[in-house]
């Protein structure tokens, strides 16, 4: 089983996995600008390929041109909701390094795609097959690239740690050190258990709940670890002895019946200190009764 653990946190696919790879108009429509990208370098590497010795210079200096046009659409774009006060003057930097860095990116995965596309079509259908193969390699080609740069530049500039495992028993580690146990300790049910990480769960859903502070991706680490740890002491657990199964039922138990007999002292406690304290009510209000009668006769004293 292949599972990706994330660190400071934030889990993440392939480049394309987020889209639909059966609707190649959703695809594109969700990545605009090396879309554009893609389809002018295709194009231009069909018209040119007669002159062979220009096409890559020609492709390049194309591209470059088109992506400097989407960069300053999409500044456009930022300053904007800047200016509608949707995001701060420190998210446009951002997006303007970043998509700086992706459309440039675009440029040379969509000439390397479009040369591929182009020839493939070529050997399929010359003529119209060269055309389709070209625009789509260069479309996709920039697409890929240029989602696969964006999320490494995500992954660089928020200071995420992707770490990918492959073991069972890693990600069982990964997760036991994320709730702060020890991976040695998997087998003590003492230290280890559903009482132990739903008790560290609690502890830390206080400060990566979206609602709290936190992000969503890192709630989603923390649900995550959460339950391949559930899934993994559930699988220890019935594979116990039947021995230690009713030691721990034993335990449970006695547990139980401490925390009844607790409840019992407590309840006691309380009883003691209500009736004292209605003892103490009874005092104070017949002291003020007295004092009132005596007050009563003395008014009637000095009436007569």
Known sequence: MSILAVENYRS?????????????????????????????????IFNNSAAASNVL????????YTAAIATTVQLCSDSYKWFQGQINGREVGRRVV???????????????????????????????????GSVLGGVFGSISFGTLVNEKFEDWWRGYHITYVKDDNEVVNV?????????????????????????????YAKIFHPDKGGTKEEWLTLVNHFAILSDAIKKRDKNLPESHKASETSKLKKQIQEERN????????????????????????????????????????IAL
């Open 262 to 301: 607790q409840y019992a002292k407590d309840k006691m406690e309380l009883t003691q200190q209500l009736n004292y304290l209605k003892q103490q009510n009874m005092v104070l209000t017949s002291h003020n009764n007295v004092n009132m009668n005596s007050q009563a006769s003395d008014l009637e004293e």
């Open 57 to 64: 210079n020609s492709t390049i200096q194309v591209g470059g």
């Open 175 to 203: 997760s036991l050190q994320y709730f702060g146990f020890s991976p040695n300790d998997v087998n003590d049910t003492d230290i280890v258990n559903m009482d132990s990480i739903t008790q560290r769960y609690k502890e």
């Open 98 to 132: 970043r998509n700086v860095t992706v459309n440039s990116t675009a440029v040379v995965g969509g000439a390397g795609g479009s040369a591929v596309g182009g020839a493939i079509g070529t050997v399929v259908f010359p003529g119209t097959g060269t055309v389709v």
């Open 12 to 44: 993440k696919a392939g480049p394309l996995a987020n889209l639909s790879p059966s609707n190649p108009f959703r695809i594109a429509a969700r990545n605009p600008a090396p879309s554009a990208v893609g389809a002018v370098i295709g194009t231009q």
